[in-house]
Each structure stands twice: as C-alpha cells, then as structure tokens.
C-alpha cells in the first residue's frame, strides 16, 4: 500500500478549492531601446545577427522595484480595489535590487498595501513571476485572502558580448489575483513542472548570469516547457484548437515558435504575446507581459494557454478564460503595445552608461 | 590456425546525450555487443576513453563499466592514446586474444563530452597535445589543424574548395546511418560558406564532439557459438605506432609517418598491400587529417591526397570508399569511442549489414584511428571470414 508521501505516478492540476480568476492586470516596459543591430556592430563589426530587433533598457533611476510599482499600479487600476485590501504583494524577478532585502515591501509600501499583508520576494529565474501567480492563486482559493499581488520583473543582466547581450530586456506584469466572479479572466488550472536542471545560473556577488550554451535548449527549455504545456492540454482534454492565443516563455523569437508548433498551435495563436522581437527577453517577466498584451485584445469567452520557463528548471502552465469584465477594464490603463510604442532609441555607449557595465573601480 | 575474430559488435547512437550517464552509455553498448555475439562470456574488457577523469569527474572505469555491465571481477582497465583510444583499446584486446591469454574480450569505446560548455570541453581536448610545449601556449586541435591546412595549402596550392569533397562524402554517407549525428548532405556552396572556426578550418572541416559508446567482442574462431546468424570478421592486422607528440619536433610536420608506418605494419602482418582493401575507415577529425592520413597511407602522392575526394572519388560506389557510415565528421567523433565506432562499422560492412551504404562485395577494411595529429596511429586490418 502507498504511503501519503509516496509519489503519484499521475498528478492532478492545481485546482483552488473556490474559483480565482485575474482581477487586474498591469504591464510595464522602460521607454529605451537599443537596436540588435547596435550591439551586433560593437561585437562583431557587422549589423546582422541579433536574434531581435531591439530590447528596452531601464533608465537611470529605474529598477525592479521602480518597475514593479508602475506595473501594480496598472493592475490596481484595472482591478479598482482599495490596495489595503491586498492580503500579499510578492514580486518574482532575477534583478532584485537587494541581494537582502525585500523588493516585495517597497512595492507594498509605495502601493498602500501595508502592514497588513505578506510580502516576499521569489527567486526562480524566468518564472519566479508565475511562481508567484501559483501561490497567490493557492492564497485566494484558499479563502485565506480575498485579493492578492503577484509580479514578475527583471532588468535581465546580460555579460557584455555574450550571445545573451542581444536578448537581455527589462519590463514585466502585475496581476491582482482574487474572487472568480470579480475577475476579467478565470484561471481554469495551473499545472507545474520541475527537475534540478542547471541550464542558466548567476552565483551570489555574480554581475553577469552563465549558462550551459546548447545544454540550454533541448533538456531545459524545450523539455520542461513542452511537458507543462503538453500535460496541461492532456488534462483539461483539450487541444491548441480550443485556446484562441497562447504564450510561451520567449528567450528568443525561435524557441516559443517551435514549442508552440510542437503542440500544435499556430504562428497566428502565438503572435500577439509574442514580444520579445520588439523588447527583448524580460525574464521573469517574458511570459506574463505576453499575456497582458493578449489580455488587451482579448474577447470575453477567450481562452488562453500560458506556460513560462525559468532555468534551474520548471515551467509554469495557466489555463485561462476571459470573462465579460474585460471589456470595461482593460482601458483603464496604459496597454502593453502602448508601452512597447513609447520608445526612446539610445547607442550602445548610453546602454552601457545606464546598465553600470563600465567598472569604475 | 586460430584466427582472432569478431564475434560481436554493439554501438549506440552518438549524440547530446544529455540525459544518459557515461556508465549507461557504455552498458548499451556491452549488452548490444555481447547479444550480437551470442552470449560469449568475456574474460576481460579493454576500455577506449580520453576524457572521463576531466569532463566527468571519473577515473577507474574499468571497475565501474565491469559492475554496470554485469561482469563484476573481470579484468578491465582503460586505454588512453587521444583520439587513438579506441583503436588502441582495440589492439591490446587483439593480443590478449591472439596470446590466448584471454578467451573473450570486450572492447568498449565510451566519451561523454557534452555535459561541459565548449571552452571545457577545447581545454580537455588539447591535453592530447604536448601541454608543456604546444597547449599550454594556447593552441587547440583545432588551431593546429588549421596550421597544417594552411601549410598544406601553401606548399601544394591546394584551393581550400579542394578539400569539400571529405566532408560532403561523408554528409552523404551518414544520411542512412541511423546512429549518425548529422544525418544531412552537405552542398559544396554550403560548405563554400561555411563560417571560420579556425582558418582555413570551417566549420564544415572539424568533426562534432559527441556522446557515443561502441563495442566488440573479439574471441578466437575455435570459441565461436555455431549458430550466430552473421558473418564473422576476422582481425589480419593491428598495429599502434606513435610518433613525436610535439609537431615542432617532426621534421615534416605534413607527413604523418606514425599513420603511414602503422598502416604499413598492419597490412604486412595481414600480407596485403594498402590498395588490396575494399574501403579505408580513415580520421577526419578534420578535412585536412583525411588528406594528409590517404598520403600517408600510400593512396596518393605527397600534396596530391586532396585530389582523391574531387568528383565524388571516394564515395561507395568508388574504388576507396571513406568514412562509409558517415566518418568522424557527420557520424560525429566521441574521441575515446571513435575508434571502436569505426571498427564496429567496418565489421558490419564486411558481414555485409550495412544497409543502403553497403559496398559492394566489400571483403577487406582498413581502420585507423589517430591520436592529435597521428601523434599516435592505430590500424586494424579486417577481414571478412564466413
């Protein structure tokens, strides 16, 4: 006979035991772009070669934390709850501003969500945001909460002159998790997927990340993202024909390409949270700015795939159903392409100026 | 007289085999080996690897591979010659068998590469160098390769399209090998565009570093089982010769004499002449290891080796068929295992099991594997017995 600890051969999806849903959302992307051109020229002395067309760059006095406010406060103004009502503000990133520290308190401390809630910070590289969503989905569906906070944010670090230089975006999304019925869009079931995979890692006084080059693909990525993605589909007894869009963690424009292919959805299905093109990889952020730009258009009865990818390694796979309250909310904040339009192109020298990449001492 | 045969012949497809171990890897391989040859019981196993101790933390693999495989007490210890491993490997079990010190022998080539990022997997690799003198002054195999293609260039003006013949031969021939790493055709304007790894040396001139395991059971013919249901590849020549490790230190650094002398040795032990095979398993770690090993070996003149590839000259249907199930280039080079993955597919070639790639009528292999740039050389004549 089983043990209660002995494992299960099949797993169930994560189900809260009263429905939660997307109550509001909230984007944000830094204004300054630098061109893949730009950095493809410093390197190797010819323009071609970026895998993108250009990635946001935070500005001086811009940080996680600066970054994480502005996102909450769009998704507070779509969810229009008073922030004291929030029951935990937890930011995920791989950019905490403090290696000690709560980026999570400033945030609740700017927002007016303290001192009655829980604040923390997660560390899960690219999906320490949607490992935030899980547990906060868990706190509402609970009823130990009626609303809570989750985010996702970086302001990825790239080494200068590595094939992640390109890439290496900052932006990210807030989502106030709460009641099924107050929300624009249901979450039907989450499902994670986790092995100790280390593909991509950034040690403790570490500036720059490192990563285990082609070991970064097939056994990472490619294996944790298609089976969260793959189990998700098989456990809902749905197909890529029942979801109008889907989003994928985007390293890159090829990897969610073939993933998505992979389970049978089509360009069309994953271009309008496809952004990393357009504002590079924003690592714990990547997935979920895909969904708020999916959640910006989307129609109430939609529904919507999410599975993330964070190195070390996991993916985290949302099904997700937009509601009618959609419609009403959605304006009341800036939109995520409206974000992705405001941009300020800067050379690679102002880059480095404000990423801190020249060593003063 | 008791012939030393191979009686058995096992590999497993090379790879980024991530998620399988060294000791996994190497266990297919034995099992598949030791069913092909119809469960003989080996005596000992001679282990073909380079870079266990420095890119898998592991030394002592002939206690680990005897315990994995089932075979816990026999005698088993590695060999070690760079990318001659496995040839050498080979060649000691050849002896013990031929002695009749040893009944059944395992030969297991095994290199587990790609749990290291390349610049590890750069640095292990120039140990084959001369590290005091050559490696540690930061040159790779690459690197050096590259110098003898420059020279070669040079000396011969030979144009460096001349030498897209090696690796488009042996694209083609690994289309069909279900165990090979590129299974694609390589087009001359491709490999025209191919980008620098080391000039002249494109990409299209190096061998992959891939996880491979192959093996063999040799035995002698009067301990064969009756009823196998394949032919039996008898062994007719092996020899090892090494030459000086450093290139600076040979007088004519494009001459690869240990590859020459040791192709010579092997063919007068098995009284035939190089011409006499029917298919050259040759070394092309790089394009221009093929050209300078086919000179060496007495195929062509000095600065004329290029020449041979020209017009498909050494594809199956030709007289000196290379690199038949896709050679080191697009089968892939685990280097420890190299050796024994060449061995096991001249055999199927002489059992006449080598599918689409047979060449026709094929009775007599030549098989060498090198050691840095023949620094050493380890050739096998095989032949097909019944």
């Not at chain 2, 694209?171 to 565009?193: C, D, K, M």
């Not at chain 2, 060449?342 to 090198?370: F, H, I, K, T, Y």
Request: aromatic share 8%; net charge negative.
């Amino acid at each position: 006979m089983d043990s209660p600890s002995s494992p299960k051969n099949t797993p169930d999806l994560l189900r809260p035991s009263r429905p939660v849903g997307i109550v509001g959302y909230g984007a944000y992307v830094p204004r300054y772009r630098v061109l893949g051109s730009e950095i493809a020229k410093v390197w190797t002395g010819k323009e071609s070669g970026s895998p993108v067309k250009e990635k946001s760059v935070p500005g001086l006095d811009e940080d996680v934390a600066t970054m994480s406010i502005e996102a909450a406060r769009n998704a507070l103004a779509r969810a229009r709850i008073d922030p004291s009502e929030l029951r935990a503000v937890w930011v995920g990133s791989e950019s905490h501003p403090y290696a000690v520290k709560p980026t999570s308190t400033i945030v609740a401390e700017a927002i007016g969500a303290v001192p009655h809630t829980q604040a923390a910070d997660w560390q899960f590289a690219c999906k320490a945001g949607t490992e935030a969503m899980v547990a906060a989905i868990g706190l509402v569906g609970s009823g130990m909460a009626r609303y809570t906070l989750a985010i996702g944010m970086d302001t990825a670090q790239g080494r200068p002159g590595d094939a992640l230089e390109y890439t290496a975006g900052a932006g990210g999304a807030a989502f106030v998790l709460g009641p099924a019925e107050e929300s624009l869009a249901v979450i039907e079931a989450t499902y994670s997927y986790v092995t100790d995979t280390p593909d991509f890692w950034r040690r403790q006084e570490q500036k720059y990340p490192e990563h285990g080059q082609r070991f970064t693909g097939e056994p990472a990525y490619f294996k944790h993202i298609s089976e969260a993605g793959r189990f998700m589909l098989d456990a809902t007894q749905t197909s890529a024909a029942d979801y109008k869009y889907a989003v994928f963690h985007q390293p890159n424009p090829k990897f969610p390409e073939r993933v998505a292919a992979s389970l049978g959805f089509s360009k069309e299905q994953i271009q309008v949270g496809l952004l990393v093109p357009y504002i590079g990889n924003t690592y714990a952020g990547a997935a979920i700015i895909g969904l708020t730009a999916v959640l910006d258009i989307a129609e109430p009865g939609d529904r919507i795939l999410v599975v993330s990818y964070g190195s070390g390694a996991g993916s985290d796979a949302f099904a997700i159903r937009v509601t009618d309250a959609v419609l009403e909310r959605r304006d009341l904040a800036l939109k995520t392409q409206e974000y992705i339009a405001r941009r300020t192109p800067i050379d690679y020298a102002t880059y480095v100026r404000f990423r801190g990449k020249l060593a003063m001492k | 007289m008791s012939e030393v045969v191979i009686a058995g012949v096992g590999q497993t497809p090379v790879g980024e085999h991530w998620e399988i171990s060294l000791r996994s890897l190497a266990v297919s391989a034995i099992r598949a080996a030791r069913a092909d040859a119809g469960g003989l019981q080996p005596d000992a196993m001679f282990i073909g690897n380079m870079l266990a101790s420095t890119l898998s933390h592991q030394s002592n693999l002939g206690s680990l591979l005897a315990d994995h495989a089932g075979l816990r007490g026999i005698e088993a210890t590695t060999v070690e010659a760079g990318g001659a491993s496995g040839g050498s490997a080979a060649h000691l079990a050849y002896q013990a068998v031929a002695s009749g010190m040893v009944d059944v022998a395992l030969v297991v080539g095994v290199e587990k590469m790609t749990d290291q990022v390349g610049p590890e997997v750069e640095a292990a690799l120039a140990q084959m160098l001369d590290y005091d003198y050559e490696a540690v002054q930061g040159i790779s195999m690459t690197s050096q390769a590259a110098l003898l293609m420059q020279r070669y260039m040079h000396l011969y003006e030979a144009p460096r399209q001349g030498f897209a013949g090696f690796p488009m031969t042996a694209h083609a021939n690994a289309v069909h090998n279900p165990n090979a790493f590129y299974r694609r055709a390589l087009s001359l304007e491709t490999y025209a565009r191919g980008e620098m790894v080391s000039e002249p040396v494109s990409l299209y001139d190096a061998a992959p570093y891939v996880d491979g395991a192959a093996a063999l059971v040799l035995t002698r013919s009067e301990l064969v089982p009756q009823d196998l249901s394949h032919g039996l590849v008898r062994i007719t020549g092996s020899s090892i010769v090494t030459d000086a490790l450093a290139l600076h230190d040979r007088p004519d650094p494009l001459a690869f004499k240990a590859a020459g002398f040791s192709v010579e040795r092997a063919c007068r032990q098995a009284g035939i002449l190089p011409q006499d095979v029917d298919l050259f398993e040759l070394f092309d770690a790089y394009s221009i290891y093929a050209v300078l090993s086919l000179e060496a070996a007495g195929f062509a003149p000095r600065g004329e080796g290029w020449r041979l590839s020209e017009n498909g000259g050494l594809s199956l249907q030709d007289k000196l068929p290379i690199s038949t199930m896709g050679g080191l280039k697009a089968r892939g080079n685990p280097v420890g295992a190299t050796g024994v993955y060449q061995l096991v597919e001249a055999a199927l070639q002489l059992r006449g099991q080598a599918g689409p790639n047979q060449v026709a009528n094929a009775r007599r292999a030549l098989v060498q594997s090198l050691g840095g740039p023949a620094s050493t050389a380890a050739t096998h004549v095989l032949e097909a017995w019944r």
